[in-house]
């Protein structure tokens, strides 16, 4: 139970927190007042970069905000789009800043689009193997789900400067473009940091649930 509440449970605490964090503070900040909706914030910085062919669309969900490399498209949710707060633009002028990361051929981003389809993959199937090799006695199994549960760390920790460069960019361009003045810069950095906070409890949580793989693996094995 003790090894449980450490590898599972505390990280999982610290996951809801992040995010209960990142709400707070954008309710908090959304009534700070911006002259640009987050919109008309990610189009400027966007226009002033020289992406012009780049599309902003407004998409449904609370927080669902996101820069889609596929399809070079910013996708912002109603609230993010349409409000002139310091949590709009800090959010939609983030999200440009994967744009920008993309036209530049930033590194990490780049390792990150190669590491998604293994995430994902390895994130939906990687629990039922160790628990399955565990309860069946094949360890084999237990291995192999630790081998594609390191695929979701390994994206989780390119993804951290990868979210940290799109902040500073945002944070940068807001300033230097006029969308808002160098005083009005610690309300977005409020923002910013707050998401920041999940991004990395979230690399924490999956560190530890491989860490708990690997001693139950090891554990299993000497039974």
């Not at 400027?44 to 062919?53: P, T, V």
């Not at 500073?168 to 300033?175: N, Y």
């Not at 977005?188 to 940091?193: C, G, P, Q």
Request: hydrophobic content about 50%; glycine content about 6%; proline content about 4%.
């Amino acid at each position: 139970m003790t090894s449980m509440l450490l590898f599972l449970i505390v990280p999982m605490l610290i996951c809801l927190y992040a995010q209960m964090r990142v709400k707070s503070t954008f309710a908090r900040m959304s009534e700070v007042p911006t002259s640009m909706t987050g919109a008309q914030a990610a189009r400027r910085m966007l226009d002033a970069s020289g992406l012009h062919q780049v599309p902003i669309e407004m998409v449904p969900g609370e927080l669902s905000d996101h820069y889609d490399p596929g399809a070079k498209v910013v996708r912002l949710s109603q609230a993010v789009y349409n409000d002139r707060s310091m949590s709009a633009v800090g959010v939609a002028c983030h999200e440009v800043g994967h744009a920008l990361q993309d036209a530049n051929a930033y590194a990490p981003l780049v390792v990150r689009n190669i590491a998604v389809p293994a995430a994902n993959f390895g994130g939906s199937l990687s629990s039922i193997l160790v628990m399955l090799g565990l309860g069946m006695s094949l360890q084999q199994f237990v291995w192999i789900g630790i081998a594609l549960f390191t695929g979701v760390v390994f994206f989780q920790l390119v993804n951290l400067p990868v979210e940290f460069n799109a902040s500073s960019r945002a944070k940068r361009q807001l300033v230097d473009l006029g969308i808002i003045s160098a005083s009005e810069s610690p309300y977005v950095s409020k923002v910013l940091n707050a998401a920041a906070l999940t991004y990395v409890a979230g690399t924490l949580q999956s560190i530890m649930t491989l860490a708990h793989y690997l001693l139950l693996a090891m554990g299993n094995r000497e039974e």
